[in-house]
Structures are given as C-alpha cells and as structure tokens.
C-alpha cells in the first residue's frame, strides 16, 4: 500500500488549502483515513480522522469547524480541506491508513504518506 500526500504550499493567515491523498490499494474500502501533522520542533499530533465508510468522522478540538476530512472512493483519495488557517497550522501533514477499528494514535496506523508542508504566514 503506498500513499502519496499533495497539496501543501504557503498561505496567508485566514486563507485556505486542500491537502489530498492518493492510495494505491485495492482495500482502498477497507481502510481509516486519517491526516496527522508535526509542527516545527513537536511531536505528530492527530488531526482527523474519517472512517472506513466514509460516513464517521473525528476531528481534534483545533480542527474542528475549520477543517473537513473526506473519503473519495471513486478514486482512492482522501482529502483534507482547511479553512481559515492559522500561523499555528504551520506544520509537516501527513495522512495515514489502517483496517480494522478507529483510532487517534499514530502508532496504530500502518500505513503513511511523505507528508506534505503547509506554511501559514501572519
């Protein structure tokens, strides 16, 4: 299974992004999506999560309202899309997969993509 993150770049303050997600699987169905991000000089910290469905999903209390996860099964993608970023967005994103049951550990995913920078400027 390889993912492939794309889609980062730099924004203003108060602007968007859309981070996407490329599975090459053919469990594509199978699996939680979920993107993680690593600030500058932070640990991985979950950000979102939606499940094998597609119809379940988790935010964390920062992306919540701000951010939507969603699962594209007509093309193996998932994609995060960001709104009203904040210089505290900045960070390293990276999505990851797993079958079975939800999950906001990292060390629970199996899978995961390069990771994808996203720079917010004040």
């Known amino acids: 299974v390889q993912l492939q993150a794309s889609g980062g770049g730099l924004v203003q303050a108060g602007g968007s992004l859309t981070l996407s997600c490329e599975v090459s699987?053919?469990?594509?169905?199978?699996?939680?999506m979920a993107w993680f991000r690593q600030p500058p000089g932070r640990e991985r910290e979950f950000v979102a999560a939606?499940?094998?469905?597609?119809?379940?999903?988790d935010y964390d209390h920062a992306a919540s309202g701000r951010f939507t996860i969603a699962k594209h099964r007509s093309n193996n993608t998932c994609t995060l899309q960001m709104d009203n970023l904040q210089p505290e967005d900045t960070a390293v994103y990276y999505c990851?997969?797993?079958?079975?049951?939800?999950?906001?550990?990292?060390?629970?995913?199996?899978?995961w993509g390069q990771g994808t920078l996203v720079t917010v400027s004040s």
């Open positions: 990851a997969a797993r079958p079975g049951l939800w999950s906001r550990k990292k060390e629970d995913y199996r899978y």
């Open positions: 699987s053919n469990s594509f169905h199978m699996y939680n």
């Open positions: 939606v499940g094998a469905t597609g119809g379940v999903f």
